[in-house]
């Protein structure tokens, strides 16, 4: 067994189903890693990346009781470059520093997912720490819908949100393994039970 623990990036565009596969895992005893999460509990009350924040985007992006404003902190980002810019710079190294801790605390296991949702357009940060990368694939119609069910969105809405991720080519363009899902969440645990035999013999487990 090698002393650090196989890393598997996972990650997949809106509405490829990346969360149920990601659940699936889980479900197999697999440790994940979920920068989103991460992400949030960086932006805690009392947090140094949140007084960063707040420093650079203003008072404004605090709610009343202390806690970010997501809703304010969007707006300013969201259609300025250099907002944006300057928000990854306060979070992402802070995230990397921190999934890197998680895996080198995963080290009992064969191997470890991380899901990383934007690790088309943050990757070059993370692929030092990732062994493989697993991209969760569906065709865009089948996700533009799945998102317009889930989240009760337009059309043109979940388009917007597509359009500001990486295309489907740049995503697979990186993908060592590639699960699509199209069909059954049954078929899905398949692929993962497929892919966990895959890892663990990889691993060495």
Do not use: W
């Not at 990601?22 to 949140?50: H, S």
């Not at 300013?76 to 944006?84: H, I, L, Q, T, Y």
């Not at 990186?174 to 059954?184: K, R, T």
Request: proline letters at 5%; charged letters at 25%.
């Amino acid at each position: 067994m090698q002393s650090k623990p196989l890393t598997i990036g996972l990650t997949g565009g809106i509405g490829s189903g990346k969360s149920a596969v990601a659940k699936a895992f889980l479900a197999l005893g697999v440790p994940l890693i979920c920068t989103d999460t991460i992400a949030r509990e960086l932006v805690e009350p009392g947090q140094p990346a949140l007084a960063d924040i707040v420093a650079r985007f203003g008072p404004a992006t605090l709610l009343p009781a202390g806690g970010l404003d997501r809703a304010t902190l969007r707006q300013k980002v969201f259609a300025d470059e250099d907002a944006r810019r300057a928000l990854e710079a306060i979070l992402h190294p802070r995230i990397r520093a921190e999934v890197a801790s998680r895996i080198a605390a995963a080290g009992t296991s064969p191997y470890v997912v991380v899901d990383i949702p934007l690790l088309a357009e943050t990757g070059a940060s993370y692929r030092t720490l990732l062994d493989r990368i697993l991209v969760v694939d569906c065709d865009p119609k089948t996700r533009q819908q799945r998102v317009m069910l889930r989240d009760g969105v337009s059309a043109e809405q979940v388009d917007a949100m597509m359009a500001a991720q990486a295309g489907d080519a740049a995503r697979l363009a990186l993908a060592d393994d590639v699960i699509v899902n199209q069909d059954s969440l049954e078929q899905l645990a398949a692929q993962v039970t497929a892919l966990d035999r895959k890892y663990r013999m990889a691993a060495g487990a």
